[in-house]
Protein backbone atom coordinates (compact mmCIF):
# COMPACT_ATOMS: atom_id res chain seq x y z
CA UNK A 1 0.00 0.00 0.00
CA UNK A 2 1.40 3.78 -0.69
CA UNK A 3 1.04 5.87 1.22
CA UNK A 4 1.30 10.14 0.70
CA UNK A 5 2.51 13.62 2.05
CA UNK A 6 -0.27 15.92 3.58
CA UNK A 7 0.63 19.69 2.38
CA UNK A 8 0.52 20.59 5.63
CA UNK A 9 3.87 21.02 7.74
CA UNK A 10 3.14 17.77 9.94
CA UNK A 11 4.57 15.95 7.50
CA UNK A 12 1.87 13.08 7.61
CA UNK A 13 1.03 10.60 5.80
CA UNK A 14 -2.37 8.59 4.72
CA UNK A 15 -3.46 5.74 2.83
CA UNK A 16 -5.70 7.47 -0.65
CA UNK A 17 -8.49 5.38 -2.38
CA UNK A 18 -9.28 6.72 -5.50
CA UNK A 19 -12.84 5.82 -6.75
CA UNK A 20 -13.23 5.23 -10.41
CA UNK A 21 -17.04 6.99 -10.24
CA UNK A 22 -18.31 10.11 -8.71
CA UNK A 23 -21.06 7.50 -7.30
CA UNK A 24 -19.49 5.53 -4.25
CA UNK A 25 -21.83 2.74 -4.36
CA UNK A 26 -20.99 1.66 -7.74
CA UNK A 27 -17.20 2.35 -8.11
CA UNK A 28 -13.72 0.22 -7.58
CA UNK A 29 -11.36 2.16 -4.47
CA UNK A 30 -7.50 1.94 -6.41
CA UNK A 31 -4.33 2.77 -4.87
CA UNK A 32 -2.67 5.58 -6.37
CA UNK A 33 -0.33 2.48 -8.21
CA UNK A 34 -3.65 1.22 -9.97
CA UNK A 35 -4.29 -1.98 -7.70
CA UNK A 36 -8.14 -2.14 -6.83
CA UNK A 37 -8.24 -2.14 -2.93
CA UNK A 38 -12.06 -2.34 -2.81
CA UNK A 39 -15.14 -3.38 -5.25
CA UNK A 40 -18.64 -1.68 -4.53
CA UNK A 41 -21.62 -2.88 -6.61
CA UNK A 42 -25.33 -2.06 -6.19
CA UNK A 43 -27.36 -3.30 -9.18
CA UNK A 44 -30.90 -1.23 -9.68
CA UNK A 45 -33.64 -2.41 -8.58
CA UNK A 46 -37.63 -2.24 -8.45
CA UNK A 47 -38.27 -3.06 -4.84
CA UNK A 48 -35.02 -2.90 -3.30
CA UNK A 49 -31.29 -2.07 -3.49
CA UNK A 50 -28.23 -4.46 -2.61
CA UNK A 51 -24.80 -3.23 -2.38
CA UNK A 52 -21.86 -6.03 -2.05
CA UNK A 53 -18.83 -4.51 -1.28
CA UNK A 54 -15.81 -6.95 -1.73
CA UNK A 55 -12.09 -6.36 -0.38
CA UNK A 56 -9.09 -8.02 -2.56
CA UNK A 57 -7.19 -10.68 -1.44
CA UNK A 58 -3.40 -11.00 -0.24
CA UNK A 59 -1.52 -13.18 -3.09
CA UNK A 60 -0.35 -15.42 -0.61
CA UNK A 61 -3.94 -16.59 0.81
CA UNK A 62 -4.18 -20.03 -0.80
CA UNK A 63 -7.68 -20.31 -3.15
CA UNK A 64 -9.81 -22.44 -2.18
CA UNK A 65 -10.41 -25.54 -4.05
CA UNK A 66 -14.03 -25.09 -4.52
CA UNK A 67 -15.10 -21.71 -5.51
CA UNK A 68 -17.43 -19.71 -3.26
CA UNK A 69 -19.63 -17.14 -4.43
CA UNK A 70 -18.19 -14.97 -1.36
CA UNK A 71 -15.27 -14.54 -3.46
CA UNK A 72 -14.41 -13.59 -7.19
CA UNK A 73 -11.93 -12.93 -9.34
CA UNK A 74 -10.69 -10.44 -12.95
CA UNK A 75 -8.00 -9.49 -14.17
CA UNK A 76 -7.67 -7.12 -11.22
CA UNK A 77 -7.22 -9.86 -8.42
CA UNK A 78 -9.35 -12.17 -6.22
CA UNK A 79 -12.01 -10.46 -4.53
CA UNK A 80 -13.85 -11.29 -1.16
CA UNK A 81 -17.36 -10.43 0.22
CA UNK A 82 -16.86 -7.96 2.95
CA UNK A 83 -20.46 -6.49 3.34
CA UNK A 84 -23.36 -6.44 2.06
CA UNK A 85 -26.42 -3.54 2.41
CA UNK A 86 -29.85 -4.00 1.60
CA UNK A 87 -31.78 -0.80 1.24
CA UNK A 88 -35.46 -1.64 1.17
CA UNK A 89 -37.40 0.70 -0.18
CA UNK A 90 -40.06 -0.19 2.27
CA UNK A 91 -38.89 -2.04 5.67
CA UNK A 92 -36.04 -1.86 7.52
CA UNK A 93 -32.53 -1.42 6.30
CA UNK A 94 -29.80 -4.24 7.37
CA UNK A 95 -25.97 -4.30 6.59
CA UNK A 96 -24.66 -7.76 6.74
CA UNK A 97 -20.65 -7.59 8.19
CA UNK A 98 -18.49 -9.57 9.81
CA UNK A 99 -20.66 -12.44 9.99
CA UNK A 100 -23.37 -10.43 11.72
CA UNK A 101 -26.83 -8.75 10.56
CA UNK A 102 -26.52 -4.76 11.60
CA UNK A 103 -29.08 -2.98 12.01
CA UNK A 104 -28.33 1.19 11.29
CA UNK A 105 -30.82 2.21 13.49
CA UNK A 106 -29.48 0.83 16.45
CA UNK A 107 -25.71 0.81 15.71
CA UNK A 108 -25.38 4.61 14.47
CA UNK A 109 -26.23 7.32 17.31
CA UNK A 110 -27.16 10.08 15.53
CA UNK A 111 -26.55 13.97 16.81
CA UNK A 112 -28.26 16.97 14.82
CA UNK A 113 -26.10 19.33 14.67
CA UNK A 114 -28.01 22.09 12.32
CA UNK A 115 -30.87 22.27 10.44
CA UNK A 116 -32.07 18.94 8.86
CA UNK A 117 -28.14 18.35 9.24
CA UNK A 118 -26.95 15.30 11.46
CA UNK A 119 -23.36 13.50 12.38
CA UNK A 120 -23.29 9.55 12.91
CA UNK A 121 -21.21 8.12 15.83
CA UNK A 122 -20.86 4.22 16.33
CA UNK A 123 -19.06 1.73 17.82
CA UNK A 124 -15.50 0.08 16.38
CA UNK A 125 -14.26 -3.23 17.43
CA UNK A 126 -11.80 -2.01 19.12
CA UNK A 127 -14.42 -0.45 21.66
CA UNK A 128 -13.74 2.90 20.85
CA UNK A 129 -16.46 5.66 19.73
CA UNK A 130 -15.70 7.59 15.86
CA UNK A 131 -17.83 10.42 14.24
CA UNK A 132 -18.10 10.59 10.74
CA UNK A 133 -18.94 14.68 9.82
CA UNK A 134 -20.66 15.51 6.40
CA UNK A 135 -20.79 18.60 4.45
CA UNK A 136 -21.36 19.35 1.23
CA UNK A 137 -18.38 18.05 -0.51
CA UNK A 138 -16.93 16.15 2.09
CA UNK A 139 -16.82 13.47 4.38
CA UNK A 140 -14.74 13.35 7.85
CA UNK A 141 -14.55 10.58 10.15
CA UNK A 142 -12.83 11.49 13.51
CA UNK A 143 -12.48 9.50 16.86
CA UNK A 144 -15.01 10.81 19.20
CA UNK A 145 -13.38 12.36 21.97
CA UNK A 146 -11.92 15.95 22.91
CA UNK A 147 -8.97 15.25 20.34
CA UNK A 148 -11.16 14.48 17.66
CA UNK A 149 -8.07 13.27 15.99
CA UNK A 150 -9.05 12.70 12.23
CA UNK A 151 -8.97 8.43 10.73
CA UNK A 152 -10.41 9.38 7.61
CA UNK A 153 -11.47 12.18 4.90
CA UNK A 154 -13.81 12.02 1.88
CA UNK A 155 -13.23 14.34 -0.92
CA UNK A 156 -15.86 14.37 -4.02
CA UNK A 157 -14.61 14.75 -7.60
CA UNK A 158 -14.03 18.27 -8.99
CA UNK A 159 -14.75 19.38 -12.11
CA UNK A 160 -11.02 21.30 -12.74
CA UNK A 161 -10.31 24.39 -13.78
CA UNK A 162 -7.47 27.30 -15.32
CA UNK A 163 -5.64 27.28 -12.17
CA UNK A 164 -6.80 23.81 -10.44
CA UNK A 165 -6.69 20.19 -12.58
CA UNK A 166 -9.38 17.89 -12.43
CA UNK A 167 -9.28 15.52 -9.40
CA UNK A 168 -11.21 12.08 -8.95
CA UNK A 169 -12.99 11.39 -5.76
CA UNK A 170 -10.74 10.01 -3.31
CA UNK A 171 -10.92 8.32 0.34
CA UNK A 172 -8.05 8.91 2.06
CA UNK A 173 -7.15 6.79 5.33
CA UNK A 174 -4.94 7.78 7.63
CA UNK A 175 -2.07 5.15 8.24
CA UNK A 176 -2.78 4.45 12.17
CA UNK A 177 -6.10 3.63 11.48
CA UNK A 178 -5.73 1.61 8.17
CA UNK A 179 -6.22 -1.65 10.91
CA UNK A 180 -9.98 -0.75 10.81
CA UNK A 181 -10.47 -0.35 6.78
CA UNK A 182 -12.92 -2.10 6.43
CA UNK A 183 -15.21 -0.91 9.29
CA UNK A 184 -14.23 2.99 7.78
CA UNK A 185 -15.47 1.26 3.84
CA UNK A 186 -18.61 -0.21 5.56
CA UNK A 187 -19.59 2.47 7.46
CA UNK A 188 -18.89 5.19 4.82
CA UNK A 189 -20.57 3.91 1.69
CA UNK A 190 -23.91 3.65 4.53
CA UNK A 191 -23.37 7.28 5.24
CA UNK A 192 -22.38 8.50 1.91
CA UNK A 193 -25.52 7.40 0.37
CA UNK A 194 -27.31 9.30 2.88
CA UNK A 195 -25.50 12.25 2.43
CA UNK A 196 -25.55 12.09 -1.45
CA UNK A 197 -29.34 12.10 -1.09
CA UNK A 198 -29.84 14.83 0.94
CA UNK A 199 -27.48 16.66 -1.42
CA UNK A 200 -29.83 15.51 -4.03
CA UNK A 201 -32.70 13.87 -3.24
CA UNK A 202 -34.14 12.91 -6.31
CA UNK A 203 -30.98 10.16 -7.16
CA UNK A 204 -31.10 6.66 -6.20
CA UNK A 205 -27.77 5.58 -6.98
Known sequence: MLYYKTSD?????F???ILSSAKSINASYSDEAGAVQFKVYTPLRVHKLITKIRRRLDD????????????????????ALLATLSWHIIGKMIIQFGGTEISPATFFRKEKVGALKWEYIFTARD????????RMYSSTLKVNDDAATVVAEYKVSSVG???KPKRPASLEIQPEFEYMADEIMVTFIYLEKIR??????????
Open 9 to 13: LSAQY
Open 127 to 134: GKEYRWYF
Open 15 to 17: MRL
Open 161 to 163: VVS
Open 196 to 205: RSQVDPTQQL
Open 60 to 79: DIPQREQGGSDTEADDNGRF
